[in-house]
């Protein structure tokens, strides 16, 4: 119960600050910065990410489990009596530390907690902490903003994080002692961690301002991470090395391609089709229940082989991201992105849970936070690869007020990295269970 209150919090978290946003930066006098308290919580997650691992291998989840929630909360009080943007910004920071921590050290937990029979079930029961969140989140977040303050957003949530951390604390003493075993020397992992946040928040500032300059941060970005990649992923991932290795790169495509799409899907509704940004967002809603469900299907057949599972996942999500090509010219009709959503959600239910069970099958105990780091990894950098990509098109072929010659083969080079999940993860994808 700790565990889905402390994700559903950071999830209503997540999709409240985007619809405070323009309010929150206005009263700050902060509107040069839009874009850096998203880039700020993205960095602050990656490194914790990373570290929080590491630390998960050597001393078990529960210093993750009580400082990461600690940080949120704190976070949460900074950012919600926040003064300035530099305050604001602080406040962003220890909420994506605190994000980062515990969403490893979860994982963490599951894999020492549940046999591996069950943990199908677990992460449907995660997948489903999102779906509240993303139904009512922007829009509670939304009648907060305008008939209270946007500070409510923030502190609104302390006392709830707070709660989730209480119900924990009576599981993690019941834990057994951690037994390190054999942990592998991994040289270089904070400098490796702190390249990795730099990269992947100059990918998203490049994402978010799509222009020649941010063409030129983005190749920087990637020439950053490139060696960083080298520690904090396992060896073989870039090259889809059977096992593990395409199972955490496996992620990234799931992530690039959905994420990717969705990105650009309500400004094709917007600029195309006349839509309000209100009504442009229910697929992303409509695709959220779709995820959930499908999640909560695997999550009721165990014994269902989990590789086959993320191939089809794979293809689903090829079909839902092929449909939605069609949404982008001026004479289709703009409600084929409902069913689409929902095959692509769909995708992802089945994709994601499989790939988060098929990594803790593969870690051992000494190497469970490092995987389970790596797969966070792998999903923000493939979110901000693909997301970059797109603006760099939209910069390039088209324009925000006419995308349609930029987004139709942005969709379709999505559906084919979909293809190429699918390929991948044939036979390629069994992980040998160690755990």
């Known amino acids: 119960m700790g ?37 700020a919580f993205l960095a602050a997650s990656v490194i914790a990410t990373v570290l929080s691992g590491r630390v998960s291998d050597r001393r078990g989840p529960v210093p993750s489990l009580l400082v990461g929630p600690a940080l ?3 976070g949460l009080i900074v950012a919600g009596t926040a003064q300035s943007m530099t305050m604001l910004l602080a406040g962003r920071v ?9 969403v490893v050290a979860i994982y963490v937990l599951i894999a020492l907690v549940y046999p591996q029979r069950d943990r199908p079930a677990v992460f449907g ?37 707070l709660l989730g951390l209480l119900l924990l604390v009576p599981v993690l003493r019941r834990l057994p002692a951690h037994v390190a075993g054999d ?19 100059g990918l998203s500032w490049a994402a978010e301002h799509p222009s020649l300059p941010s063409l030129a941060l983005g190749v920087a970005a990637i020439a950053v991470l490139a ?42 509704l917007v600029a195309v089709h006349g839509y309000s940004i209100a009504l442009a967002g229910v697929p992303l ?11 909560a299907w695997q999550a009721r057949h165990p014994d269902l082989a989990r590789s086959t599972l993320l191939r089809w996942g794979f293809v689903l999500l090829a079909v839902g991201t092929a449909g939605l090509t069609l949404v982008a010219p001026s004479w289709s009709s703009p409600w084929l992105a409902l069913p689409f959503s929902v095959i692509a959600g769909a995708g992802m239910g089945l994709g994601t849970s499989s790939v988060s069970v098929l990594t803790l099958a593969g870690s051992s105990a000494a190497d469970r936070g490092f995987n389970s780091a790596a797969m966070q990894i792998a999903d923000m950098l493939g979110s901000a690869i693909m997301i970059g990509l797109g603006g760099a098109l939209v910069s390039a072929l088209a324009s925000t007020r006419l995308p349609t010659a930029a987004i139709v083969p942005f969709d379709l080079l999505m559906a084919a990295l979909a293809v190429l999940g699918a390929v991948l993860t044939g036979p390629r994808a069994r992980v040998d269970s160690v755990a």
């Open 183 to 201: 942990t592998v020397v991994r040289r270089g992992l904070t400098l490796a961690a702190i390249a990795a946040g730099v990269g992947v928040a």
């Open 72 to 74: 949120f909360f704190v």
């Open 227 to 268: 060696p960083a990649l080298r520690t904090l992923l396992p060896t073989g991932t870039l090259l889809a090395r059977r096992g593990l290795p395409v199972t955490i790169l496996a992620r990234a495509l799931l992530a690039g391609t959905y994420f990717g799409v969705s990105a650009y899907l309500p400004l094709t």
């Open 94 to 102: 220890l909420q994506g530390l605190g994000a980062g921590a515990q």
């Open 285 to 295: 809603t409509v695709g959220a229940l779709g995820w959930s469900s499908a999640s």
């Open 3 to 39: 565990i889905l209150l402390l994700v559903t919090l950071v999830a209503f978290e997540n999709m409240g600050v985007n619809t405070a946003m323009p309010k929150l930066v206005a009263d700050l006098h902060g509107e040069s910065l839009y874009s850096w308290p998203f880039v």
């Open 125 to 161: 029961a995660l997948s489903g902490a999102w779906v509240l969140p993303s139904l009512i989140g922007p829009a509670l977040s939304g009648v907060i903003t305008e008939n209270l303050s946007w500070r409510v957003v923030f502190l609104g949530l302390a006392p709830l994080v």
